[in-house]
């Protein structure tokens, strides 16, 4: 098992698969590059309360472009940090007084202390 | 029954439902060890189309523990693919299955093997094949044959199976969770009911079994093959796990399942029944969740066993040692938590020290018995349950006999056993097809077509 451990979401920018399929989709809303904090948040706005999960689906993409919160440009806020993990990257609010986010990437489980993050999921989730 | 859906969540799961795990010097080849993990239990033969078989998504393994830390210095992995020929056709086969390689069986699934030991991951064998269920005379004709042929020789004297059997484990299942019904006395039970003969409550059932046979010297910590039975570097502890990904998602909408996260533990089995008779049901999925190491957690179940508490309740009268035994069972702590060391037992030994941890615990340097008594150690069969447990061992009486007090003059020889305890029986005899004399020792399953007969 991997050792959950705690440090500043910011330091770790989410990704999501560059080649996931993307049903339905144009190509055009398939992001294919690494997603900063700011859009996994936009992109969870399609999740379940509390859980958030970050694939390329066509809603969530256009949700992550077309978010009420979405303030700045697309263009903006992808910064590639390194290639895209191969599988689905996920997360959810482990602790919600705690301000707790845990995100899981492959064979990792990272649990993060960001009460903003953990209060905008769930907020989005609502 | 041994761990066949013995805890809530695991139930739900059958695919990563550990059932059984038997480990023992292998009587043909007693150079090696065999150790077989089973799941998928309580399999009806006739069940299609979609027919029984491992899953994609969990990782089974076997873990060793060679220096009586309760912690696995070596782990085998397997991991398993499905793939599927024809997905237009509803059918497992479209005509006789006749090899593994056959185009008339649709639905086949291999396996990858991975030792691992420490930071060390080894592949062993990948592309492995297991063998088809067996469905009936039209659908696999000659199923001993395609049995044979799934089992695989990997080089360096190791062979390995994965696929399905007859359940090797046999049980009266309906006598024993009908409020303890103990036979040779089922006329003393507190309802009582006339005498009736064992019921094998799994004889025709199927499950899905992985074995692996290894040399000894891969498995002990110093690469040696262990002549001295009092030696500790003599005893393994062994036992079976298997895991899922921690967070998965159905996504409908596309068609997509995915998983992600590390794997987290979701069944395991050293000794048979202790999670099912020795866990009370709030700890049972916590118990599979957690490690061996950890296990003085449920010691109390086992120094103390409920069932060891309702015997002489159920059968007024017939237990009143047993009832008056209020002392801690360090029989069954010895024999289940931390082995029996020395000086218990004339000549034997496999104690792994004093980390109190459920597993098979196997003195490799005891040979195989040229007779095999099912009653093991205390039908004098140093061989048997609970120094490892061989396939045929009749653990389900022998657990029942020493919970009900024969093992405790072992740390008491003031304590005289009931005579009832030494007379509890399943009077259930396994037929001679349940079992094969070589590896993988477990015997072909029942097919479909003709079980259940009438």
């Known amino acids: 098992m991997s050792s959950t451990t705690r440090r500043s979401l910011f330091k770790a920018p989410l990704v999501v698969p560059a080649g996931a399929p993307l049903a339905g989709g144009a190509a055009a809303e398939r992001p294919t590059l690494a997603q900063s904090r700011r859009t996994f948040l936009q992109a969870s706005a399609g999740a379940a309360a509390g859980v958030a999960v970050v694939t390329t689906g066509p809603k969530l993409a256009a949700a992550a472009l077309h978010g009420p919160s979405n303030t700045a440009p697309l263009s903006a806020i992808i910064k590639p940090s390194g290639p895209p993990p191969p599988e689905t990257v996920m997360a959810y609010v482990r602790d919600a007084a705690r301000g707790e986010v845990t995100v899981l990437s492959g064979m990792r489980e990272t649990t993060y202390r960001d009460p903003e993050l953990a209060k905008r999921l769930i907020d989005a989730g609502r | 029954m041994s761990s066949h859906r013995e805890a809530p969540e695991i139930s739900k799961d059958p ?161 024993i969770f009908d409020l303890g019904d103990l036979r040779p006395f089922q006329n003393l039970h507190l309802i009582p009911t006339a005498a009736a003969p064992g019921v094998d409550a799994t004889k025709t059932l199927n499950i899905h079994s992985i074995a692996i046979q290894i040399p000894i010297g891969d498995l002990t910590a110093n690469g040696s093959v262990p002549t001295d039975v009092m030696s500790a570097s003599s005893v393994l502890g062994i036992w079976g796990a298997a895991s899922r990904r921690k967070m998965r998602v159905v996504d409908a909408a596309n068609d997509e399942k995915s998983e992600s996260g590390p794997w987290i533990q979701v069944s395991r089995l050293g000794n048979p029944l202790f999670n099912e008779v020795l866990v009370p049901l709030g700890k049972k999925d916590r118990w599979n969740a957690s490690q061996p190491v950890n296990d003085k957690d449920y010691a109390a179940g086992v120094a103390h066993p409920e069932l060891g508490k309702l015997l002489p309740v159920l059968y007024p009268k017939v237990f009143p040692n047993l009832a008056a035994l209020s002392s801690p069972r360090a029989d069954l702590e010895a024999i289940l938590l931390t082995g029996l060391p020395a000086g218990i037992v004339a000549g034997f030994q496999n104690s792994t020290g004093k980390v109190l941890a459920d597993m098979l615990r196997l003195n490799v340097a005891v040979p195989p018995s040229g007779d095999p008594n099912p009653l093991g150690l205390i039908g004098g069969d140093a061989a048997g349950f609970p120094n490892g447990r061989r396939v045929s061992d009749d653990v389900v009486t022998i657990e029942l006999r020493a919970i009900a007090g024969v093992t405790y003059p072992l740390v008491d020889k003031t304590y005289t056993p009931d005579a009832a305890a030494g007379l509890i029986t399943q009077g259930i005899t396994p037929s001679a097809t349940r079992y094969q004399a070589a590896f993988p020792y477990v015997g072909d399953p029942y097919d479909g077509y003709d079980t259940p007969s009438s």
Do not use: M
């Not at chain 2, 029984?52 to 830390?69: M, P, Q, R, T």
């Not at chain 2, 059918?91 to 420490?118: C, E, H, M």
């Open chain 2, 15 to 175: 695919v990563a439902d550990n059932a059984d795990t038997y480990a023992f010097v292998s009587p043909d080849s007693p150079s090696t060890v065999t150790i077989i993990t089973n799941y998928v239990p309580l399999q009806a033969p006739p069940g299609g189309p979609n027919f029984f078989e491992f899953g994609d998504d969990v990782l089974y393994s076997i873990h060793i523990d060679n220096n009586g830390d309760a912690l696995a210095e070596i782990t085998y992995e397997f991991r398993f693919e499905t793939i599927l020929r024809d997905p237009d056709t509803f059918l497992y086969n479209t005509g006789p299955i006749a090899s593994l390689d056959d185009p008339n069986w649709n639905k086949r699934q291999f396996y990858t093997l991975t030792r691992v030991k420490g930071n060390q991951r080894r592949v062993l064998g990948s592309g492995l094949a297991c063998p088809p269920c067996n469905i009936g005379p039209r659908s696999t004709p000659d199923y001993p044959a395609l049995g044979a042929a799934a089992v695989h020789a990997l080089g360096g004297g190791i062979k390995v199976f994965a696929g399905q059997r007859n359940d090797p484990f046999f049980v009266d299942l309906g006598s």
